[in-house]
């Protein structure tokens, strides 16, 4: 009877396992300085976070535990918030996501007081300003992500078509290859893939549209809702109408990996995507080898900008920590030039630096960093840092909304008229 | 059990040591499911999140009451319950059709019992991701194939379209859960006393009669515990539903409504709401599924 409410309960087991584990350690280890950071896990991520590490031990003497995490971003948010919520000083440094810095905040040390202010000025304003939170910077942008359009070279050249500069312009290319393919017996040839299926996901693509037509950012920065506009609804209205004529019905249950699975098959001509695609299309064995190209997503129409929901993750100090100032200087460590050239060109992260865009060796090493400048640049945050906690919230509903005017279900319009209200009450009067 | 009529002094020592016995096995239960079951009812009453579960205020049946004004947990009710009752039963026909063959004696019959449990032994989060890909509407093998013998002239986007997701979901669930299915069902066939089919054969009786009149009337005990056991099992589904679907409000199941609201949403109170719901609604079945069967037995 009591195994049905397992589920909720193993993580927290789990959890009180790991920190009474942690805690055992940690007194055995109380008398010198160590630190314990947790990065990501997957493959390479591992490696290159332990080299990292011991780089920087070696230099100040200081032994640094790398603690392994789940590699589900969604797992690894309900551990993080379970750690610090029991103000637990086990973990130093945390590997979060760049829409984690809202949540997190009352739990992590203000870097600004360790961190000069000349060296945070290399990074992107936009991802300092994602992780300023209440004028305490409480995390330093590690490697990024944007989202990028994909668009198969070898099919634009031979329709004739150039790289679409506006939406518009996407869904009249792709109308036109998918329809030449599919008569020439491509029958599953489609024009365009994304990722619609109900998750966070779909947050990121239709922030993007939405973005790139001047329809605001769901929430501005000062609590203002501002879904429900004309130029908001025209975005949603394009986008539902691609569902069924460039894109396949099924996008509505896309994620990343949905999309490049019907992308790299050679079964599209654009997808969006997150650049991690690009190594994968270009690896050894995939049909489209050689043949994708990579570019900044489109603009809304001529009055539009081309916009990129920006991604990636950040290395941030527990509140909890017995040592904040070692913490902090292993965190500039790992965020700086160096550390970070090092991470480009041995796997290819994105650099948070700007600079690090025109090293000649980074580019050389990879060299579709120079086109994804741009997208960094223009990268638009979620609204996280000012709906906080409430943020996985908002998220939810705005993802439930777009999709069911996508799947047709409602129209754009008044969908986001409702989306409005609901956001507005549950927000408190756009209090948050 | 024999009631006992006199408390010798040996009938108590036995009773004293059986409780000694299950002392260890109590703890461990109180423990493991018995405190977690409380605190989540607790829980339940209180407005706590996950990041701060210290701050947390009593405010009395609001979750409840919330809940169950909530559309969406509905839906995810009638979602679990849909899910629940037609996979166990096509589980339970093609699990006691499979059984009654590998029932019968024929060559190579370990081999086959051993093979038809593969789909049980996939973790279910590894072949729910298969068949994600296998009902891809772009590059799936099920379309494809449904195209080529001409069943089909357009593509289906099974998981996508709301029509067809929750049945994805029950076909894989059956795909899975059949072999287990059969297999219970197999060890309740192999308990069956020879006599009654020795006679039957000997009397002539057409192997329908045999099977609806001495098969099935004997199976039955071993039947009801496999169905309450799927039946229970079905209620909390959450992997299959969440690799294939996510939080889809179209598929979404009780369980997966109350990690969403506890996990991604932070919010404890009412996520243990939600899952003292769920505990309240399978207990529920349950009662009403012995209550049923006792009397249909008794009869």
């Known amino acids: 009877m009591t195994a049905m409410k397992g589920r909720g309960h193993s993580l927290l087991a789990a959890s009180v396992i790991m920190l009474w584990v942690f ?12 630190l314990a950071i947790s990065c990501g896990a997957l493959g390479v991520q591992l490696r290159l976070c332990q080299e990292g590490v011991e780089a920087w031990s070696r230099q100040t003497g200081t032994p640094v535990k790398v603690v392994a995490t789940p590699n589900s971003s969604t797992e690894r948010f309900a551990l993080y918030q379970q750690i610090l919520a029991s103000h637990s000083p086990d973990i130093d440094v945390f590997q979060i996501d760049v829409v984690w810095p809202g949540t997190f905040a009352p739990h992590l040390v203000d870097l600004s007081s360790y961190i000069d202010g000349r060296f945070t000025q290399q990074f992107f304003q936009t991802m300092i300003t994602n992780n300023t939170i209440d004028g305490a910077l409480v995390a330093m942008p590690w490697y990024t992500d944007a989202g990028v359009l994909f668009y198969r070279k070898d099919l634009l050249q031979k329709y004739g078509r150039s790289p679409p500069q506006t939406w518009q312009q996407l869904t009249e ?39 790139s037509f001047n329809g605001g950012t769901l929430v501005n920065s000062a609590g203002k809702v501002t879904l429900d506009n004309a130029r908001a609804a025209a975005a949603l209205d394009l986008a539902a109408s691609w569902i069924g004529d460039i894109a396949p019905k099924g996008v509505l249950n896309y994620d990343e990996e949905a999309s490049r699975g019907v992308f790299q098959s050679g079964n599209a001509v654009f997808m969006r995507n997150w650049p991690y695609a690009w190594a994968l299309g270009n690896a050894e064995g995939s049909p489209i080898r050689g043949r994708i190209g990579v570019m900044a997503l489109p603009r809304g129409g001529d009055q539009g900008h081309p916009s990129a929901t920006l991604g990636g993750w950040q290395l941030a100090v527990s509140r909890y920590s017995r040592h904040p100032a070692l913490a902090a200087d292993l965190v500039r460590y790992l965020t700086s030039y160096a550390e970070q050239k090092r991470r480009a060109i041995a796997a290819s992260y994105n650099p948070t630096i700007k600079a690090l865009y025109q090293d000649q060796e980074v580019l050389a090493a990879v060299p579709f960093f120079g086109t994804l400048y741009d997208s960094f640049e223009h990268a638009v945050a979620r ?5 906080g906690s409430k943020y996985a919230r908002v998220s939810a509903e705005f993802y439930y909304t777009v999709h ?8 754009a319009a008044p969908a986001l008229a409702a989306l409005q209200k609901k956001l507005i009450r549950l927000s408190r009067g756009e209090q948050w | 059990m024999k009631p006992a009529t006199s408390h010798s002094r040996l009938t108590r020592r036995r009773v004293r040591w059986a409780w000694v016995f299950l002392a260890p096995m109590l703890l461990v239960l109180a423990l493991v499911a018995g405190w977690p079951l409380l605190k989540t009812i607790a829980y339940g009453f209180t407005d706590a999140s996950l990041i701060n579960p210290e701050a947390a205020q009593f405010v009395g049946v609001d979750n409840f009451s919330f809940l169950l004004q909530d559309p969406y947990w509905w839906a995810s009710v009638w979602n679990t319950v849909v899910f629940a009752v037609v996979s166990v039963f096509l589980e339970t026909v093609l699990g006691l059709i499979i059984a009654l063959a590998l029932n019968a004696q024929f060559r190579g019959r370990g081999g086959l019992r051993a093979a038809i449990l593969i789909p049980w032994a996939i973790p279910t989060v590894v072949s729910a991701q298969m068949w994600n890909w296998m009902f891809n509407d772009v590059f799936g093998v099920i379309n494809h194939m449904l195209m080529s013998v001409g069943l089909m002239q357009h593509p289906i986007a099974w998981t996508a379209s709301p029509d067809t997701a929750l049945l994805s979901i029950i076909l894989v669930d059956v795909w899975k859960t059949t072999p287990f299915m059969a297999l219970l069902l197999l060890a309740g066939l192999q308990m069956l ?3 009654c089919y020795e006679s039957a054969r000997v009397d ?13 009337p004997l199976l039955k005990p071993a039947l009801m515990v496999a169905i309450i056991f799927r039946l229970l099992d079905a209620l909390r589904v959450f992997d299959l539903v969440y690799v294939m679907s996510g939080n889809n409000r179209d598929t979404m199941s009780m369980s997966v409504y109350a990690r969403q609201q506890l996990i991604d949403f932070g919010d404890l109170g009412f996520g243990s709401a939600a899952s003292t719901l769920i505990f309240a609604i399978i207990a529920l079945f349950t009662v009403v599924y012995l209550t049923v069967a006792r009397v249909g037995r008794e009869q």
């Not at chain 1, 805690?23 to 160590?34: D, G, H, I, L, T």
């Not at chain 1, 365009?192 to 939405?210: P, R």
């Not at chain 2, 002539?204 to 099935?216: A, D, K, N, S």
């Open chain 1, 383 to 387: 609204p996280s840092r000012v709906t």
């Open chain 2, 204 to 216: 002539g009786v057409h192997p329908l009669t045999v099977f609806f009149r001495i098969t099935l």
């Open chain 2, 193 to 195: 006393p020879k006599e």
């Open chain 1, 173 to 211: 290319s792709a109308r036109i290859i998918q329809n030449a393919e599919r008569a020439a017996g491509n029958t599953r040839m489609q024009g365009f893939v994304f990722q619609a299926k109900g998750y966070e996901g779909l947050t990121c693509d239709a922030l993007e549209w939405i973005d």
């Open chain 1, 404 to 411: 069911d005017v996508l799947s047709g279900k409602s129209a």
């Open chain 1, 23 to 34: 805690y055992c350690n940690s007194v055995a280890a109380a008398a010198p300085a160590r």
